[in-house]
Structures are given as C-alpha cells and as structure tokens.
C-alpha cells in the first residue's frame, strides 16, 4: 500500500490544480525539458572548472562530498523516471511519497551510501543517463496525465523539484563552497 504525501507546496490543495488545455501542458513540457537542459549544462559547466579531488573531497557539502551530491541527484532523478513511469501505466497510485522529511533523509542517506564507490566517470554517466531516461519518460506521457492530481501531486507541480529546482539548489551550494576556498587560498 502506497504512503500518502502529508507535505505539499505552500499553500497547494489539489482543488488548486487548475484545467489546463493539452496544448498549454505541451508547451510546459517543452520549456520544462529546455530548462531542465539549461541546468545540467550549467552544472556540467561549473564541475569542469572544479579539480577532481574537489569534487571527491568529502564533507564539503555539509556531510557529503559533491560527488555525493552528485549521486543523490541522479537517485531522485531516477526515482522521477519510476514515477513517470507508473503515471504512464496507470499506477500513479502507486507512488510513494515520504510522509517526513527523516524518511526522505533515510532514502538520500541509502541512495548517496550505494553510490560512494562508484568511480566519478561512472557517475557521471549516470547522472547523463538519468537526465535522458526523465526526458524521455515525460515525454511519453499523454499532455492531459502531466496535470493530473490523483497521484497526489500534478506532475506540473512535483518534477520541478525532482529535476530543475533540486539541481539548481546543490549547484548554488557547490559554487558557494568553491567560491569561498578560492578565496581563502588567495
């Protein structure tokens, strides 16, 4: 039996997701993938600038290392593609959504502690590949399924968290990071 999402966006209800014509959620899905597609290169841009062993050093990311982060990207991108997936076959109802925030922690701590000796090129690939398998599965989705509630969230509303938002974060915090040991090296 699926858990049910306690946690919404602020100020979200379902009654809020409003009709919206196929035509609308097709050119939702074209500047999702777009912006999406702007954001990895942004992050592919600022991890070529990092040394490898930057990228590898542990706990520069709180706890993690941004390889760490890396890997914890590509799980939840991953788990949007199981998701989509369902939503295609009809078994949106099947989702899990973590009721607390320690249960996402658990899933993150899990998804980060499985990947900690993959080797950064390997990882990598995978993040490539989890990016192309979203793409691809939000793609196949009928236009009318993207603003959906009955899974418990339109996918309108979770997928930006899932890909777009998520990376925008960590990549902030990485460049944060990067830009203050430049500065205490100077």
């Known amino acids: 039996m699926a858990v049910v999402e306690r946690f919404r966006p602020a100020g979200y209800h379902p009654s809020m997701a409003r009709a919206r014509s196929a035509r609308s959620l097709v050119a939702w899905r074209r500047q999702f993938v777009a912006r999406i597609g ?42 949007g593609i199981r998701r989509l997936r369902l939503i295609a076959r009809g078994r949106g109802d099947r989702m899990v959504w973590y009721e607390t925030m320690a249960e996402a922690d658990r899933y993150n701590a899990r998804a980060v502690r499985a990947a900690r000796r993959t080797p950064l090129p390997r990882l990598l ?62």
């Open 38 to 79: 702007r954001s990895r290169a942004a992050t592919q841009a600022l991890l070529a600038k990092l040394p490898r062993e930057a990228i590898e050093r542990s706990r520069t990311q709180g706890a993690w290392s941004i390889k760490d982060v890396l890997a914890h990207v590509a799980a939840w991108e991953e788990e």
């Open 125 to 186: 690939a995978r993040l490539a590949r989890a990016r192309t398998g979203l793409v691809a599965a939000l793609r196949r989705l009928p236009p009318r399924a993207l603003s959906d509630p009955t899974p418990g969230l339109p996918v309108t509303v979770w997928l930006r968290e899932f890909a777009w938002t998520h990376e925008r974060g960590h990549r902030q915090e990485i460049r944060d990071w990067w830009r203050a040991q430049r500065r205490r090296r100077a």
